[in-house]
Structures are given as C-alpha cells and as structure tokens.
C-alpha cells in the first residue's frame, strides 16, 4: 500500500494524508470514544455512569469538519494567519480571528440525558464559563430564559454577542446579586490558574439545592494556561490519581470536588471534538463530562 511518505511537497503530502485519514475515519472504531469499564470506577460512582453513544448531532459536526477541511485555500489562508500571529496571539483568539476551531462536548439528546430533562424543561439562568463561540452554548440555552457567558478573546466576545448572550466579566459573574440554575464549565478547570477556588465560587453561586454544575475535564488531566502564544502552569496544580480514565474520574470525585463542596450525580464518557485543519479533518480528546450538585452537609469549604 503506497503511504504517502516519499512525496516530497507538503501541500501534496497533506493532501494525500487527509484523503488517507478520511477513509479511516469512517472505519475507525468510535465506539471507542464512550467506552468505559465500570468495574474500574469506584463504588461510589459506578451507579452514577451514564452510557452514552455517537449520535445524529455528532455524526453532523463531523460530517461538516470533515467537509471544511477540505476547503484548500480557506485552509491555506488559516494556516498563514495562524502562522504570523501565534507568537502574538493566543490561539483562541486566532481561532475567533478566522471562525474556526468550533468544539463540539454534547449534543442536546446527550445533555438533556445527563441532566435528566426533557425537550421542554426549562429553567431561569445558565452561565456558560469560558464559553468561546457559543456553539455549545447554544445547546443548553434553549432550556434557559437568560443564558450568561463569560470569555477573555475578544474574537470570541464578538462571536457571543451575536448570539445575545449576556457576557459578565471573569471577576463579575460571582458578584451579580442572582444565583444560577445551572453553571456549565467545560474543559476549563485544567486552563485556570486556581480551580480549586473556582469551583468555590461556582459552588456559592448556584441556586441552592436546585442548582447543578455542568463539568467537563479533558482526561489524563494536563493543566497549563495560555498566555498570549506561550502555555505555562497554573499557580495552582491539582494532583489527580490514576493513570485510566476510570481512575482519574474517581479520584476527581472523591477528592478534589469533594473539597470543594460537591457531589456527583452523573458521569459520562465523550469525545472532545474540535474542527480541523488542511492536516486533520477533526481532532478529538478523551472527556469526562460531569452533572455535580453542592453537598449539603460540606457546609461552607474553606479558602
């Protein structure tokens, strides 16, 4: 079988390896991408699993990365751009900058499954931390009469307004003098620099009882922030055990949410879906995504 690997241009080498990549694409077992050995999960957590599976809306946003991947001088345009900037910018705001690299965590079936809803629930606020182009966003805020975000790329801003979001300020949303039904925070915990007092201040500003924590962890758990085009360490770096993605959830539950005030209700495995590039037709990281409610007998955790 002809590889690819004596062509010498790399455009042509990069194209040759996207049609390549393509074709395994459709064959390559996504059933592994949810799969999850509940034996391995502590005893605690095991009957909180939620099974979940590739659907419609999946199979949609990759079907339509894989289409935009091959869009060959859009691509080129992003890769110059991305090129220039990056020792200037960061790489979200790059990305809000040219449209691209939307993310994909759920679909609306998967969300309403995890929270245990239906199609017609519906609730006052949601904040959205970290929200980036508002296209997860989108999938929860059709349950909510108000939906807040907050984002530090201007790029991406600018995308939120256009969708009508509320946008807070990082320092603000803590501070409002309203309380939250449901506050999502995807694969941000491994981007900040104290998570531990994040979830702190998520924890005092949810609805009581009532409120839930929508999280998402990229697994293994590889915490670093971004700052301008370089990545650097939190000041603050939570040590998470085990080394399979069964383990690392257990100890994320009995350890670190358990200190900040919180208890699991659902867990589930999905893929983190990001759209690709003129090299890959999507990319895709491993995902715990979490529904966490405050513990009513953690009383107030310290800081």
Known sequence: MWTGKHIRSPLVRS??????????????????????????????????????????????????????????????????????????????????????????????????????????????????????????????????????????SPPMKWHLQRRNYTLLGIDEWQHTGFQYDVISCLNLLDRCDDPLHLLRDIRSSLVPKTGRLVLAAVLPFQPYIEVGGKWERPKEHLKIAGKTWEEQVTNLCSEVFKRAGFELEAVTRLPYLCEGDMYNDYYVLDDAVFVLKASEDAGDSPQ
């Open 15 to 152: 194209l040759f390896m996207s049609m390549v990549t393509e074709g395994e694409a459709g064959t390559a077992d996504q059933l592994e991408w949810y799969r999850c050995c509940p034996d391995l999960l502590g005893e605690s957590v095991r009957p909180l699993f939620v099974q979940s599976h590739m659907d419609t809306d999946t199979k949609a946003f990759l079907k339509h990365s894989q289409e935009k991947s091959g869009w060959l001088f859009t691509q080129l345009y992003h890769s110059l751009v991305s090129t220039v900037l990056s020792p200037m910018v960061s790489r979200t705001s790059i990305n809000g900058f040219l449209g691209r690299g939307s993310m994909f965590v759920f679909s609306a079936d998967q969300f309403q499954q995890l929270l245990r809803i239906g199609p017609d629930w519906e609730a006052n606020r949601l904040l959205d931390l970290g929200a980036g182009d508002g296209g997860v966003t989108e999938v929860m805020g059709v349950h909510f009469k108000q939906v807040y975000a907050t984002e530090v």
